[in-house]
């Protein structure tokens, strides 16, 4: 990899975009159609069997309270059974996809055909950011010694000069 010979950022992925005239890439799957990942299969098939539920449930029970004797048996038991089946189904489906399953495999980059390879020649690598100068510019001047120019007044300046002004007035008291 390059790197900034002053900050050390790593220059790669500025140079795709400037190869590419300041777009991104687009990544693409190798037989040019997105697939799904099992793993991603398995969550949404958790997610909806839980949304199928959350429909399913409460319209059985509704048919169970408006459905006559032996008939309103039958929708409490399939209500009851959608629940569990619906509830416990679909979160243990998703545990299950989240955990076993295979993910998606990474991504590798296709040079779209709209986008023509770079001019330039390909970069010497450095392995190593160079060496610091420890020598200052040539064009550096130090900065100007201000505190000379005026000395600051001491704290006890104004002290010393009240005990000057009362000095003589204690010694006519004695």
């Not at 790197?3 to 500025?14: H, I, M, S, T």
């Amino acid at each position: 990899m390059r790197y900034c010979a002053r900050c050390g950022l790593p220059l790669e992925g500025a140079m795709v975009l400037l190869s590419h005239g300041g777009m991104l890439p687009h990544y693409e799957s190798a037989s040019g159609t997105p697939k799904a990942s099992p793993r991603r299969i398995g969550v949404k098939q958790g997610a909806l069997l839980i949304l199928v539920g959350a429909v399913l449930v409460p319209l059985l029970g509704i048919f169970s309270s408006f459905a006559p004797g032996r008939i309103s048996v039958a929708f409490e038991f399939f209500a009851a059974a959608a629940a569990i089946l619906c509830f416990v189904g679909g979160p243990l489906r998703m545990l299950f996809a989240g955990l076993f399953e295979e993910g998606a495999p990474p991504r590798q980059f296709v040079m779209p055909s709209s986008y023509a390879p770079p001019a330039i020649p390909p970069p010497v690598r450095v392995t190593a950011l160079p060496q610091a100068n420890a020598a200052p510019t040539a064009g550096w001047r130090s900065r100007p010694q201000t505190a000379e120019i005026f000395a600051p007044p001491s704290v006890t300046d104004h002290t010393t000069r009240l005990l000057e002004k009362t000095e003589p007035d204690q010694k006519k008291i004695t």
